[in-house]
């Protein structure tokens, strides 16, 4: 069965870096689009970032641009999410998503690990 | 970018009623939608597709409509496992992907 497991979160401070990694298995992850979403403590769901099979093309949420970087490695399974200059509005839990090939519908999500950007 | 909006913010359903929830997009976005649905301390899970395809395994008690820029799900007879809040998502005009801000569906 798909499963994506993320992890790298935990609590850092402010302007400081951090990288999250979601393991996939299950699927063929090379030949599925991934995402990042991300959900601040008790408020709703934002998309972060998307990138492609062969990982060009990654897109990312105005509020991340600049400073977060989406890449995956297909011979691990992995996919990776860079996270630096942390803001305290960065504060989430962040879940990694395979997009329904074919479609922009997000699929499988991860059980999300924590962020909490805190000085 | 396109703003979902839905409503109610809270719904208070008694068990083995129908809840309908409603979401806006701020402009067209074909039958590009999806609802996800959200327990407390699980990550979302995704119900509707399409606008109104049930994703695999979803009970069809679940059931969505709408096109362009309305959109309903409902859920018939409610059982104990509905309570939680329910995500719709844009996927035509992207990025930005959006989300609504979601609607809370309560035991009455």
């Known amino acids: 069965q798909v499963q994506l497991a993320e992890s790298g979160g935990g609590v850092v401070q402010p302007g400081r870096s951090l990288r999250l990694s979601c393991a996939a298995s299950?699927?063929?992850?090379?030949?599925?689009?991934m995402q990042w979403v991300r959900q601040a403590p008790g408020k709703g769901l934002e998309w972060v970032a998307v990138i492609s099979y062969d990982g060009s093309n990654p897109y990312y949420a105005d509020s991340v641009k600049g400073r977060f970087t989406i890449s995956r490695d297909n011979s691990k399974n992995t996919l990776y999410l860079q996270m630096n200059r942390l803001r305290a509005e960065d504060t989430a839990v962040y879940y990694c998503?395979?997009?329904?090939?074919?479609?922009?519908?997000?699929?499988?999500w991860g059980q999300g690990t924590l962020v909490t950007v805190s000085s | 970018e396109t703003v979902m909006t839905q409503s109610p913010a809270t719904l208070s359903v008694s068990p083995g009623e129908r809840a309908t929830l409603s979401c806006r997009a701020s402009?067209?976005?074909?039958?590009?939608l999806a609802w996800y649905q959200q327990k407390p301390g699980q990550a979302p899970r995704l119900l509707i597709y399409g606008a109104s395809t049930r994703a695999t395994g979803i009970s069809a008690r679940f059931s969505g409509s709408g096109s362009g820029t309305e959109f309903t799900l409902t859920i018939s007879s409610l059982q104990s496992e509905d309570f939680a809040v329910y995500y719709c998502q844009q996927y035509n005009n992207w990025p930005p992907w959006t989300f609504g801000q979601g609607t809370k569906v309560e035991i009455k």
């Open positions: 998503v395979n997009v329904v090939p074919g479609t922009a519908v997000f699929d499988y």
């Open positions: 402009q067209s976005v074909s039958s590009n």
């Open positions: 299950g699927f063929t992850f090379s030949n599925y689009v």
